[in-house]
């Protein structure tokens, strides 16, 4: 894993407060998943309760590709469910960009169906892993701080997906 060389980018224009906070142990498995399905882009959800990233949920890419990704529709659905079982729900989504830096894509603008829940993408571009995170609008994104919490919680954990990832 490259855990060691992560660049998480703040820039002045953060304002307004905005931020997520993901516990060490959560913020690796998101990246080791990224690392994983390269070249292909990764995807899978955050769950949270009371606020708080607690579980990750790595799904598989339907579509296999280096430039797009659709959450397996059994995955999505088995996530969900555990995520509402934890009496929880979808803290952010999560995806990489293998080639490309982790801005918004008027894709992900585009099919954008879960508002303004925050969107994590992790680039595996340069020698580096560079972590961001937005909220999405229709034709916008506003960048939100990134914040790496001390370890795993003792409610934190990680989840695979039924495909065994």
Same mark, same amino acid.
């Given at each position: ?69 659709? *959450?397996? /529709? +059994?995955?999505?659905?088995? =996530?969900? @469910?555990?995520?509402?079982? %934890?009496?929880? #729900? !979808?803290?952010? $989504? ?30 595996? *571009?340069? /020698? +580096?892993?560079?972590?961001? =995170?937005? @909220?999405?609008?229709?034709? %916008?994104?506003? #960048? !939100?701080?990134? $914040? ?18």
């Amino acid at each position: 894993m490259r855990a060691d060389s992560i660049e998480i980018k703040r820039e002045s224009r953060l304002g307004f407060g905005l931020m997520i906070e993901i516990p060490r142990g959560i913020f690796e498995s998101m990246i080791a998943h990224a690392e994983r399905e390269f070249p292909l882009e990764c995807c899978g959800l955050l769950g949270s309760r009371c606020d708080a990233i607690d579980s990750i949920y790595p799904l598989r890419n339907e579509d296999r590709s280096r430039v797009r990704y659709t *959450a397996d /529709r +059994r995955d999505l659905i088995v =996530a969900v @469910r555990a995520i509402r079982e %934890r009496r929880g #729900e !979808i803290g952010a $989504i999560y995806h990489s960009h293998p080639s490309t830096p982790p801005i918004p894509s008027r894709v992900d603008l585009a099919e954008n169906y879960y508002g303004d829940t925050p969107r994590i993408i992790v680039s595996l *571009a340069e /020698r +580096r892993v560079e972590v961001r =995170a937005w @909220r999405l609008g229709l034709d %916008r994104f506003d #960048e !939100i701080e990134v $914040i790496i919490g001390q370890g795993l919680s003792s409610s934190g954990s990680v989840v695979e997906s039924s495909s065994g990832m």
